[in-house]
């Protein structure tokens, strides 16, 4: 593998000059750029991926973390503009998702930036968003408790309460840019939409999902995988398939005049 290029918001597992199309993808709430590292050799070989890197974490560790959802959309446009010379599509899960939607709102008012899809993950669709859930108000145990009852953190990890002294400021930050997520402006996308979940995830249904079609003037597709709100750690391969499938589509020569 070549030597992986990075900057503070974006981590390049394996450069590839010649990928003809860039896949960016954005942790959930307190997760790293880490989360998305394996995904480089599961991805078709003309696909670049960049792992978003938030700051609090990784080698951002020192750097506080974001509270407010424009100042991660304004640091990633920025980071990302180097890179918009090729198609790109943009993946998040579950905080994910909600900032992906809101980057690619941004891009597709930017003059031949648009993205060409967006892929979301386990996050209700952006306009039922309400914003006046309080997660990030519970108390350590509550939030510890809130933590394994979603599944996505290791025990061993929410047992290490040297660690958890460091993890949870950054994890209850970014529930409360969830938390407080309003749609200032649900403008549809050009671009297509997938959405994907896991059939036993409770705090987001299948309906919930569905919901995301009417921010796509684009093609919908939506995939539910065996699983709760972390799917995606136990069926990794079989996601990133459903993902490669979508990309080899779009990526074919189509007949003149057929809609992408």
Same mark, same amino acid.
Request: hydrophobic share 40%.
């Given at each position: 593998?070549?030597? +992986?290029?990075?900057?503070? #918001?974006?981590?390049?597992?394996?450069?590839?000059?010649?990928? $003809? &199309?860039?896949?960016?993808? /954005?942790?959930?709430?307190?997760?790293?750029?880490? *989360?998305?590292?394996? #995904?480089?050799?599961? &991805?078709?070989?003309?696909?670049?991926?960049? %792992?978003?890197?938030?700051?609090? $974490?990784?080698?951002?560790?020192?750097?506080?973390?974001?509270?407010?959802?424009?100042?991660?959309?304004? !640091? &990633?446009?920025?980071?990302?503009?180097?890179?918009?010379?090729?198609?790109? %599509? #943009?993946?998040?899960?579950?905080?994910? +998702?909600?900032? *992906?939607?809101?980057?690619?709102?941004?891009?597709?008012?930017?003059?031949?930036?648009?993205?060409?899809?967006?892929?979301?993950?386990?996050?209700? *669709?952006?306009?039922? @968003?309400?914003?006046?859930?309080?997660?990030?108000?519970?108390?350590?145990?509550?939030?510890?408790?809130?933590?394994?009852?979603?599944?996505?953190?290791?025990?061993?990890? &929410?047992?290490?309460?040297?660690?958890?002294?460091?993890?949870?400021?950054?994890? $209850?930050?970014?529930?409360?840019?969830?938390?407080?997520?309003?749609?200032?402006?649900?403008?549809?996308?050009?671009?297509?939409?997938?959405?994907?979940?896991?059939?036993?995830?409770?705090?987001?249904?299948?309906?919930?999902?569905?919901? #995301?079609?009417?921010?796509?003037? !684009?093609?919908?597709?939506?995939?539910?995988? @065996?699983?709760?709100?972390?799917?995606?750690?136990?069926?990794?391969?079989?996601? /990133? +398939?459903?993902?490669?499938? /979508? /990309?080899?589509?779009?990526?074919?020569?189509?007949?003149?005049?057929? $809609? *992408?």
């Amino acid at each position: 593998m070549k030597k +992986a290029a990075h900057n503070s #918001w974006l981590h390049c597992p394996r450069p590839n000059p010649d990928a $003809r &199309l860039r896949l960016f993808c /954005i942790p959930y709430a307190g997760g790293s750029a880490t *989360a998305y590292y394996s #995904w480089a050799e599961l &991805l078709p070989d003309e696909v670049e991926l960049y %792992a978003v890197q938030l700051p609090g $974490r990784g080698g951002r560790m020192l750097e506080a973390p974001l509270r407010r959802v424009d100042e991660v959309v304004d !640091g &990633l446009l920025e980071a990302v503009q180097p890179l918009l010379d090729k198609p790109h %599509a #943009w993946f998040g899960h579950s905080m994910g +998702a909600m900032l *992906a939607y809101e980057l690619a709102q941004r891009l597709q008012q930017s003059a031949g930036h648009a993205p060409v899809h967006l892929f979301v993950s386990s996050f209700r *669709a952006a306009h039922l @968003q309400t914003g006046n859930a309080g997660r990030h108000l519970l108390n350590d145990t509550e939030l510890k408790a809130l933590l394994r009852e979603l599944n996505g953190t290791p025990e061993a990890l &929410l047992d290490n309460d040297e660690l958890m002294e460091m993890l949870l400021p950054v994890i $209850r930050a970014d529930l409360q840019l969830c938390d407080m997520y309003v749609c200032e402006r649900a403008e549809s996308l050009r671009c297509g939409i997938t959405a994907f979940g896991g059939e036993s995830d409770a705090g987001v249904s299948g309906q919930d999902l569905s919901a #995301w079609r009417e921010l796509t003037e !684009g093609t919908f597709t939506q995939h539910m995988f @065996q699983g709760d709100h972390f799917y995606l750690q136990s069926c990794e391969r079989q996601l /990133i +398939a459903r993902i490669n499938e /979508i /990309i080899e589509r779009m990526m074919s020569p189509r007949p003149a005049g057929q $809609r *992408a």
